[in-house]
């Protein structure tokens, strides 16, 4: 059996005062509709760079400063007409964010190809999650289709927060962090039977 997680999900805790505290943040957090509509990719990039920022100095989170990071993150990563489908788009912008972080970071991606003959196996999609985690990097997981999955939007940007897999077959589940709620996915499933794609990027120690 195959069980990783983020070393401290919890500092993706982010508390309101009074409320108690949420999963991450929230596209619908953003003041304007267009954000709020198109805003996956940068509330996930966002997600990811709070969290390095919470390994530095961990402190109780507030939806106030997430806010402020989730802002600056949309004016770097700007979904355009078609919001942010490409790994590219978001890697160019979260690029432009990690000089202000004290350590440094490489990104990792695995592409998801539309075509099933393109894409990698099973086992290569849960290695990169798993050195993710090792490697305490969060996993920003862009799906453009949900295939039979039930409990996933999709054309969408979410945030892994840790893996599971029971033997080799396709029950491969991941935690995710999604509109400041958490649930699990079965990513075998979607891997199987989306018909977009997709694909991972998670940042690892230069």
């Known amino acids: 059996m195959i069980k990783n ?9 982010i508390h309101e005062k009074g ?3 949420v999963y991450g943040s929230d596209q619908e957090w953003y003041p304007t509709l267009w954000q709020r509509r198109a805003g996956c990719g940068p509330t996930t990039a966002s997600n990811l760079m709070l969290y390095f920022q919470q390994k530095q100095k961990p402190r109780l989170l507030e939806k106030e400063e997430a806010l402020l990071v989730m802002q600056e ?16 788009q978001f890697t160019k912008g979260v690029e432009a964010f990690l000089p202000k972080l004290p ?3 490489k990104e990792q991606t695995l592409k998801i190809g539309k075509a099933k003959s393109k894409r990698p196996s ?3 999609m849960v290695a990169f999650l798993v050195s993710s ?3 305490d990097s969060p996993v920003a997981f862009l799906n453009l289709s949900r295939g039979v999955l039930s409990n996933l939007d999709e054309w969408h940007w979410v945030t892994l927060v840790g893996v599971e897999q029971e033997g080799e077959g396709e029950s491969v589940y991941a935690t995710l962090y999604d509109a400041s709620l958490t649930w699990k996915i079965n990513l075998g ?9 997709g694909g991972f990027v998670s940042y690892l120690p230069a």
Do not use: C, K
């Open 122 to 124: 099973l086992a290569d």
């Open 19 to 21: 409320q108690g505290f």
């Open 133 to 135: 985690f090792e490697a």
């Open 5 to 13: 997680t983020l070393h401290n999900p919890e500092y993706l805790y």
């Open 73 to 88: 993150l949309w004016s770097l990563v700007t979904p355009g007409i078609m919001g942010v489908h490409l790994l590219s």
């Open 189 to 197: 499933l979607w891997l199987e039977t989306t018909t977009r794609g």
């Open 103 to 105: 350590y440094a970071l």
